[in-house]
Nanobody, 117 residues
Framework: QVQLVESGGGLVQAGGSLRLSCAAS????????MGWYRQAPGKQRELVALITSGGSTNYADSVKGRFTISRDNGKNTVHLQMNSLKPEDTAVYYC???????????WGQGTQVTVSS
């Protein structure tokens, strides 16, 4: 079993910054991809950013140049530095993990990010 615990969400004014963190624990044999998705009210969950074990990254177009994803493989943690936040970034942000050997996917419980205008 794998557990993902997120931290760092909150309320910030437009133009501000937040840093999300996610720590993975449990039966972690080989983690392939870690990252973040988000879901705004009334909308589908969408990709924000992913990072592979080798450090390759993928960002949603809407966050490129503003968000930076990073990962500490030794500590099984992933971070999302969010700068120049906009009201449309308001959502519940979910940590995501995919195992390399099984392909199993795991999700965190979500952390709320609210950006006021």
């Amino acid at each position: 079993q794998v557990q993902l615990v997120e931290s760092g969400g909150g309320l910030v004014q437009a133009g501000g910054s937040l840093r999300l963190s996610c720590a993975a624990s449990g039966s972690l044999f080989s983690i392939n991809v870690m990252g973040w998705y988000r879901q705004a009210p009334g909308k589908q969950r969408e990709l924000v950013a992913l990072i592979t074990s080798g450090g390759s990254t993928n960002y949603a177009d809407s966050v490129k140049g503003r968000f930076t994803i990073s990962r500490d493989n030794g500590k099984n943690t992933v971070h999302l530095q969010m700068n120049s936040l906009k009201p449309e970034d308001t959502a519940v942000y979910y940590c995501y993990l995919q195992m390399f050997n099984t392909g199993y996917e795991y999700w965190g419980q979500g952390t709320q990010v609210t950006v006021s205008s």
